[in-house]
T-cell receptor, first 109, second 115 residues
């Protein structure tokens, strides 16, 4: 079993809709959780991180963490075409970060 | 721009040659990571430094790979006797000095192509 699993997609949503991205992790000792956005050919760019159960909002982005279910999600409200990218979920356990394979999101104008 | 720089940005080499990549971290970040990313995959951990000490190294990393971080500043990643399977994006990321909840910031990466 991989440490971090994401649906690879592709996920398509119309402009203005809510995009929902999901991630599960295997190590209950994981301490913090990160969402990165990656455009084609570029390096990952941090969007948000979360380490407490519940929701954390930053602008159009909301991260949700449920440690009991070992589940992390990212909601993107009012999706824009510029949000089209691959979204990587990363989990920090000790000194290491484990990444999922990413979910490809396309926002259709 | 995150403040993490990597050089070169692109490297094309022939199979069997050695290559070396450099990462310059954000100055106050004492923790530094190297990752490898291939198409359609997430970044894969290679090694981790805290200051100049290499504290963790992936068991997937063959003996052809070596990394250094002299004086706890910049870091280099060397691949000896490159193989076509080494073709990938090599990413460096750095992390602030303290805390388990600090994010890491990535450099722009070095794309390696082995012919």
């Amino acid at each position: 079993q991989k440490e971090v699993e994401q649906n690879s997609g592709p996920l398509s949503v119309p402009e203005g809709a809510i995009a929902s991205l999901n991630c599960t992790y295997s190590d209950r000792g994981s301490q913090s959780f990160f969402w990165y956005r990656q455009y084609s050919g570029k390096s990952p760019e941090l969007i948000m991180f979360i380490y407490s159960n519940g929701d954390k909002e930053d602008g159009r982005f909301t991260a949700q963490l449920n440690k009991a279910s070992q589940y992390v999600s990212l909601l993107i409200r009012d999706s824009q075409p510029s949000d089209s990218a691959t979204y990587l979920c990363a989990v920090n356990t000790g000194n290491q970060f484990y990444f999922g394979t990413g979910t490809s999101l396309t926002v259709i104008p | 721009d995150t403040g993490v720089s990597q050089n070169p940005r692109h490297k094309i080499t022939k199979r069997g040659q050695n290559v070396t990549f450099r990462c310059d971290p954000i100055s106050e970040h004492n923790r530094l990571y190297w990752y490898r990313q291939t198409l359609g995959q997430g970044p894969e951990f290679l090694t981790y430094f805290q200051n100049e000490a290499q504290l963790e190294k992936s068991r997937l990393l063959s003996d052809r790979f070596s990394a250094e971080r002299p004086k706890g500043s910049f870091s280099t990643l060397e691949i000896q006797r490159t193989e076509q399977g080494d073709s990938a994006m090599y990413l460096c990321a750095t992390r602030a000095r303290q805390g388990n909840y600090n994010e890491q910031f990535f450099g722009p990466g070095t794309r390696l192509t082995v012919l």
